[in-house]
Structures are given as structure tokens and as C-alpha cells.
């Protein structure tokens, strides 16, 4: 642990490499978003594209709103200017959790009981349109044992465990990521580019989010660790006569977590019910995954504040790229995401060699006079048969996410007002045609995930969520009460027991949230504190107490999120 830290802080510090606010500072996008509704950023970003850019190529922000220069101090200037070496900030990010995991879009963290951290410094360099970002994490986490599936008071019958191995053998979401304790060094928010003109082509490892949903985005997020990808995005939005431009193509590779579900020696009528991920499985095609995936936000001139765009990404294994296995017409195809919008399309595939693919729309309306917003995301996680099976059967896969905030003023303070709504869980179509839950695969068996975790929406597959929050804002100041409401895998909940008809043991939490920002000189601190009370937590319920409706195993528990970003004052 000593090396790898010792190693980290050598080339965060000494070592010189499109300068952006990455996704572990999302608070400072936050910050700037609700400034765009109470009219203090004047700005046409729509936010639906993350990390926001804010090099000399990127956003233009009022200083008297954020000040760049203090963000990130210049440390050398070379080349008449042309040239540049700045400073990025340090952020230190805290987790805590007392019995169970509770894990939202925390980038490299792991699910964890106990104490985690990610520390990150580092170094930005331009030279002319060359921008080299040097951001790497250090990622300490306890990683101690939890009550997992089956482990509770009651636990589960055999039956019930193949049932859940059905669905874990369709995605590499391993409840636990070993059992010892996790410190390692990684590349982190780091990315090299070239930019032009508000354009920007470049290799990267930084966290990306799309669309406009603020707690749950279905297609992106940072509830995963960042990928190694090349991208081509826009920096800023690209004006035009009709309106402006934002878009992200991203071509990049996805791991596996190299964990297992627990019990993985676990036997359900003499057969193994574990099924092993990548090149293990289906024929040997590979571990890692090729990933592909656009982003496209239009946002009319002739209707101020609104945004409208799309999404599309597709994942296969390296095999389908590597050897004769084909997609179309006999041909490997390395840009998927533009091929087959309906499977009417596909030719000359085996079922087994499939793609995984997603697709949908979104939008987000910002009213500069009410000091509101809304904005929806409607996805499909299964390609249609065509235009007639699209109007048919328009819920077949679907998943939705709606959400608004508010911002008004009571006795001279400003007060926001935020509620979102997301809806992975099957429709009562999959009663006669299952779309599977969101992010598993049949064959395409590590599902949408890198590293072990979902690259969407992080309350996971078959899962829904309500979220009310309330913050008084002073400046950069804010102070907050929220309640969140979550259905925990109603997809697996149906499918284990709708033979029984047993309506009482959906798992469901309560979780209450304190939140607290401010920033202190050189100093922003962000804290968020959670008391979460689990209804039958896993899924857990006693089938032979006498009283019918009875609790079940009801828990407790507490989670903290301290984030602390120090910025680096040095003489412009």
C-alpha cells in the first residue's frame, strides 16, 4: 500500500500532462447548473453531456460565478503563451457505511461496508490545441464482510437461489469484490486531446454521464469506474442558424470485476449453478468488451431552453471482432452503434455471437423566467423487429426517468426544489413477452457493466426510485433535507416468487438524507449523510410466523459521503 501511494503521489506531482470538472467533483456541476436556474449563468449548455469542459476551448464562465484561474492556477507559461502548465485541484472523497453497501455514482469506489476513499491530484498541460490531463485516483476501501443474499435470519430456499443465479449468470455484479481489503493506483480522470474550435479528439479515462437526469441516468453514469476510450465530442455547444449542437462518440473497452457472485459452488439439482463470464462461456469469445456509443443534444433557436436528443450504445465481446464471427454480411463490424436499428436488419449471426444494445431519447426544458426546469428519458434496453413491433409494443424494454427542479424565494433566500422519478422495472408486458431486466444479457453475459459495476443507472436492474430533496441555497452555500424511496429488483422479486402469490416481502428502503456544502477560502466541502431503514432487506421474510402480515428483516443503516476539493493557490 505504502509504494503504491509513494507511486501515486510521484507522478500526480512530477509528472507535466482538455482540462474539464470531472464527474468526482459533481457538486461543482451542481453548483452551476442551479446558477443557470436562478439566472446567474448565463449559459446555453444543456447539460445533458458530462464532464463540462472549462479549458480555454470549453465553457466561458463568469468569474463572479466560478473562477477558472483559482480552479486551476497556471504553474508555467511557455511559448508566448501558447503553452501552459496548470495545477488541478486535490479531491479527497470519503465514504462510510455502517451495515450494508450503499453505492451511488462514486466513480472508481467499490460497494463497500466501512471506510473508503478515492484521493486525486494532478497536472494539466496545453500546448497549442494539445491538452494533456494527468488525473489519476488512489482508491483505499475496507471492504469489510455484509449480510448478503441468503444470509439472513430466514434465508432462501434452494429454488429460490437458482432463480437469482439465473439472473446473476446475465451480468458481472458481484456483491462483494473479494474478501480483503482494496488499495490500488489508477489512471483515474485522465484524458489527452486535441481541440479545435469547440471540437475535441482524444483518448481518455474519464467518467462520462449523458442526459439530463441528475441522480439516475439510465444510459451513462459515474456509478462505474471510467473506461479506457477514444473520444469525439464537443466542447461547448456549436452554434448554428437553426440552433445549437452537443455530441460525444466514444468507441472504447470494457473488464470484467474478476469476482464472483457468492456461492458460486452452489448446486441446484446436481448442477452447478453458476455460469462463468467471458471467454469462459459461449464458445470462448473473449473477456474484455468492445463498447460503442453515441450522444446527440439539439437545442432549437426558436424555443429557448429547450434540449432535445438521443442516445445509442452497443457491447460485444472481443471475439466478434477478432475472429470469424459476424454481425453483418459476413463482416466484422467496428461501428456497430450505426448499424441495424431493427433486427429485421441482421444477417448471417448465430444467436450466440449477439450484440448487447441500447437506445432512446430525452430531453430537458429549462424556463429562465419561472427558474425551472424538467426533463424525461425514455430507453429501450432491447432492439425492436421493426417500425410495427416499435408501435405495438412500445413498453416492451423500456425504462423512464422523469424529474424537475424548482428554485423560489422565500425571505430573501433561494430555496430548490428537486424531485425524480426512474422506472427500470419490467412493464406488465413481461407476462407474455420478457424483455429481461435492464443491463443483464443472455449472451453478452457481463451485461452493461465495467469492472463490476453498472455503467447506467445506479440503483441497478429491475429497480425503481423516488427522490424528493429540498435545499436552501446561499451563493455557493447549500443546506438540504431529502427522502428516497426504493423498489430494490422488483424483476428478480417477480420472478422468485409470483409461483407463491407472496405479496409481502418486496425489499424495500427509506432512506433519509442530510446534505451540506460550503466553501471555505481554498476549501469546498461537500457531506451528505444518510439514514437508511431496509423492509425486508434481501428479499428476507419469515414463511412460517403465525401473524401473516409480520416484518420482516427489517435493518438499519448509516452512510456518510464527504467530498473535499482544495484548490491550489499559486500567483497567476
Known amino acids: 500500500m505504502k509504494y503504491n501511494f509513494f ?19 459533481s457538486y461543482l456541476t451542481d453548483y452551476l447548473r ?9 449559459s446555453d449548455i444543456s447539460f445533458t453531456i458530462r464532464p463540462l469542459d472549462i479549458g480555454k476551448n470549453g465553457l466561458k464562465i463568469n468569474k463572479e460565478i466560478f473562477d477558472t484561474k483559482k480552479y486551476a492556477p497556471t504553474l508555467l507559461s511557455f511559448l508566448k503563451g501558447n503553452g501552459k502548465i496548470k495545477i488541478l485541484p486535490i479531491d479527497y472523497n470519503i465514504e462510510f457505511n455502517s451495515h450494508h453497501p450503499y453505492n451511488r455514482n462514486n466513480g472508481s469506489m467499490v460497494p463497500n461496508r466501512g471506510y473508503q476513499h478515492i484521493i486525486s491530484a494532478g497536472i494539466y498541460a496545453e500546448i497549442g490545441p494539445l491538452t494533456i490531463q494527468l488525473k489519476p485516483e488512489h482508491l483505499y476501501s475496507e471492504n469489510k464482510d455484509f449480510e448478503g443474499f441468503g444470509e439472513g435470519p430466514n434465508g432462501h430456499y434452494p429454488v429460490i437461489w437458482a432463480k437469482r443465479y439465473n439472473l446473476w449468470n446475465l451480468i458481472d455484479t458481484p456483491e462483494r469484490f473479494g474478501e480483503k481489503s482494496i488499495s490500488k493506483t489508477l489512471i483515474g480522470q485522465s484524458s489527452i486531446r486535441l481541440n479545435y474550435k469547440g471540437l475535441s479528439l482524444g483518448v481518455s479515462n474519464e467518467n462520462i454521464w449523458w442526459g439530463p437526469s441528475i441522480r439516475n441516468s439510465i444510459m451513462m453514469s459515474n456509478h462505474a469506474r471510467g473506461f479506457k476510450h477514444i473520444t469525439f465530442n464537443t466542447n461547448k455547444p456549436i452554434e448554428s ?3 445549437n449542437f452537443e455530441w460525444q462518440f466514444v468507441t472504447g473497452r470494457l473488464e470484467l470485476s474478476g469476482y464472483t457472485p457468492p456461492n458460486p459452488e452452489k448446486k441446484y439439482a446436481g448442477t452447478l449453478l453458476y455460469i462463468p463470464k467471458g471467454n469462459q462461456a459461449y464458445n470462448g469469445l473473449g473477456d474484455w468488451r468492445y463498447f460503442q456509443g453515441f450522444t446527440f443534444t439539439y437545442s432549437p433557436k426558436f424555443i429557448p431552453g429547450l434540449s432535445i436528443g438521443m442516445i445509442r450504445w452497443a457491447q460485444m465481446y472481443r471475439g466478434l471482432l477478432e475472429g470469424d464471427y459476424t454481425w453483418i454480411n459476413g ?11 431493427f433486427r429485421k436488419n441482421d444477417k448471417n449471426i448465430d444467436i450466440e455471437y449477439q450484440i448487447d444494445q441500447a437506445i432512446g431519447v430525452f430531453m430537458r426544458w429549462f424556463w429562465e423566467d419561472s427558474k425551472a426546469e424538467i426533463y424525461a428519458e425514455f430507453h429501450y434496453n432491447d432492439s425492436k423487429a421493426n417500425i410495427r413491433d416499435l408501435l405495438l409494443d412500445s413498453d416492451h424494454s423500456r425504462a423512464v426517468t422523469i424529474g424537475l427542479q424548482k428554485v423560489f424565494e422565500i425571505n430573501n433566500y433561494d430555496y430548490l426544489f428537486s424531485w425524480e422519478w426512474t422506472q427500470l422495472e419490467q412493464t406488465g408486458g413481461r407476462l407474455l413477452r420478457s424483455a429481461g431486466s435492464w443491463y443483464h444479457h443472455t449472451y453478452v453475459n457481463s451485461g452493461y457493466t465495467h469492472e463490476g459495476e453498472i455503467l447506467g443507472a445506479s440503483i441497478g436492474p429491475g429497480s425503481n426510485s423516488h ?6 441555497i446561499n451563493k455557493m452555500n447549500t443546506v438540504g433535507l431529502a427522502l428516497e424511496i426504493i423498489d430494490q429488483n422488483n424483476d428478480f422479486y417477480y420472478y422468485a416468487f409470483e409461483s407463491a402469490q407472496d405479496y409481502r416481502r418486496y425489499w424495500k428502503d427509506y432512506n433519509f438524507h442530510l446534505k451540506y456544502s460550503k466553501k471555505f477560502k481554498n476549501f469546498w466541502l461537500t457531506s451528505n449523510l444518510v439514514f437508511s431503514r431496509s423492509l425486508n432487506y434481501q428479499w428476507d421474510l419469515d414463511d412460517t410466523a403465525t401473524e401473516y402480515y409480520h416484518p420482516g428483516n427489517d435493518v438499519n443503516n448509516f452512510h456518510m459521503t464527504l467530498k473535499l476539493i482544495y484548490l491550489i493557490p499559486l500567483f497567476n
Do not use: C, H
Open 7 to 25: 507511486l501515486f503521489l510521484f507522478f500526480t506531482f512530477f509528472v507535466s500532462t482538455s482540462q474539464t470538472i470531472n464527474l468526482n467533483e
Open 34 to 42: 442551479t446558477s443557470q436556474l436562478k439566472g446567474d449563468f448565463k
Open 241 to 243: 442558424s437553426i440552433g
Open 331 to 341: 463482416k466484422p463490424d467496428y461501428f456497430p452503434v450505426f448499424s441495424n436499428l
Open 467 to 472: 427522490y424528493f430533496a429540498l435545499s436552501k
